[in-house]
């Protein structure tokens, strides 16, 4: 696995490179930039999008099929869909989300756009209230993370966690401690992000790549 990602993070570095021939940027953005940033959702029009039914059967086969040695009842496996800004993760992520064999297959499906700064405590709110449909004003961990747990018990749930920027790995470390425990084997979780870093930490299996499309995909636009 570690020679597969080593390819893998070889690769995105060949993409970044190409990319400045077209005028991309690519590098560090600061936490009050990404704050602005546009808050996603769950909801996508399949009919406007292209040249994505590989990237998303790659997808919805790790949601329904795979399974970790890394996966347990008490931690549910994570993969990255890792890419230039663009690319469409957030889209690759919404046609998995609403996949009819992936929503047959899960009990709950969660959507938390993260985005700006990684706050466990916020984020647990945003889960929360992604399964009640209600805002959550619970301010304590301990409080949050109880209501968690009675609220994933025994289910089998998707989470999507789109646009995650932060690379501290204790702060991850403390959201995944909260999920452990919380619900059936076989749980899963995508995360999209730009960073090769936050990918190595937090993926139980190897991230997917999302390159751009194809020449013959490209000509449906002009």
């Not at 590989?54 to 549910?76: G, H, M």
């Not at 929503?103 to 916020?122: G, L, P, R």
């Not at 194809?214 to 636009?221: A, K, L, P, T």
Request: hydrophobic share 40%; net charge negative.
């Amino acid at each position: 696995m570690a020679d597969k990602m080593k390819e893998i993070m070889e690769r995105f570095d060949e993409i970044a490179k190409e990319s400045s021939i077209f005028g991309l940027k690519v590098g560090a953005i600061k936490e009050e930039e990404v704050g602005k940033r546009e808050e996603t959702h769950s909801y996508v029009n399949e009919s406007e999008v292209y040249g994505r039914d590989v990237d998303r059967e790659k997808i919805v086969n790790f949601l329904i099929n795979s399974l970790s040695s890394a996966s347990s009842e008490a931690n549910p496996d994570v993969m990255a869909i890792i890419g230039l800004g663009g690319l469409g993760k957030t889209t690759l992520a919404q046609l998995a989300f609403n996949d009819i064999r992936v929503s047959k297959a899960f009990t709950k499906k969660i959507w938390v756009c993260v985005s700006e700064q990684f706050d466990v405590k916020k984020l647990t709110r945003s889960i929360i209230a992604s399964i009640t449909e209600s805002e959550c004003n619970l301010q304590d961990m301990d409080s949050l993370q109880r209501f968690l747990r009675e609220k994933l018990r025994e289910d089998r749930f998707f989470l999507v966690l789109d646009d995650v920027w932060n690379e501290d790995q204790e702060k991850w470390g403390n959201l995944k401690d909260l999920l452990s425990g919380c619900a059936a084997k076989r749980s899963k979780v995508i995360v999209t992000t730009h960073s090769e870093r936050v990918a190595s930490i937090v993926g139980t299996v190897l991230p997917h790549l999302l390159t751009g499309l194809s020449d013959q995909d490209c000509w449906v636009f002009v």
